[in-house]
């Protein structure tokens, strides 16, 4: 039963900001993980980004680092993605994902096939 709603996308130069949303239902979500995966036009779905339910754990793709934060309000049951400095190698469907058993780091980003997604985003950085 639980729901993942993903908001923000658009498109946007390159050097750009979007700031993505995501909104949980279905539960009380104590203790969840959620994170960001994407996958580009002919490429598979790699991990982006991940939060831990204190906040106080985040992990990143080396090639986001720098450029991307994650967050969230766990009063609104929701995660953000706040993406600065865009490239258009950023371009791509972007997903929420949802852990309930609270993995971080590697850990959330191998159990692909363990999460609740959302149902993805588009990003498109134009040249």
């Known amino acids: 039963q639980v729901q993942l709603v993903e908001s923000g996308g658009g498109l946007v130069q390159a050097g750009g900001s979007l700031r993505l949303s995501c909104a949980a239902s279905g539960g009380t979500f104590s203790g969840y993980s959620m994170g960001w995966f994407r996958q580009a036009p002919g490429k598979e779905r790699e991990f982006v980004a991940v939060?831990?339910?204190?906040?106080?754990?985040?992990s990143y793709v080396d090639s986001v680092k720098g450029r991307f934060t994650i967050s969230r309000d766990n009063a609104a049951n929701t995660v953000y993605l706040q993406m600065n400095s865009l490239k258009p190698d950023d371009t791509a469907v972007y997903y929420c994902?949802?852990?309930?058993?609270?993995?971080?780091?590697?850990?959330?980003?191998?159990?692909?096939?363990?999460?609740?997604w959302g149902q993805g985003t588009q990003v498109t950085v134009s040249s």
């Open positions: 939060i831990s339910w204190s906040g106080r754990v985040t």
């Open positions: 994902a949802l852990d309930q058993s609270g993995n971080v780091g590697s850990s959330f980003a191998r159990r692909i096939d363990s999460l609740y």
